[in-house]
């Protein structure tokens, strides 16, 4: 299996914050594609309610979404 490293470089992603889970295939609307599951995580710079600089790391993103990208076509293989 690739490392994200390696699986982001192919794809031009250039995201610290962005770590591949893994892969599969799904049929989407009768076509298969192949599905990367990833984590998008950060840290906030600072809290977006009140505006506090966060120096010692104190404010952290609670939550989580599931979204889908259509990635551009790789080797005639459909990548979402």
Not at 51 to 73: A, F, H, P, R
């Amino acid at each position: 299996m690739c490392s994200n490293a390696s699986i982001t470089e192919i794809l031009g992603i250039n995201d610290n914050n962005l770590v591949i889970l893994g892969n599969e295939k799904e049929n989407i609307k009768g076509i298969e594609y192949t599905v990367l599951r990833g984590k998008l995580s950060y840290r906030p710079d600072s809290c977006p309610k009140c505006g506090i600089v966060n120096e010692n790391y104190d404010i952290i993103k609670n939550g989580s979404q599931t979204v889908k990208i259509l990635l551009m076509w790789s080797q005639k293989v459909r990548l979402y």
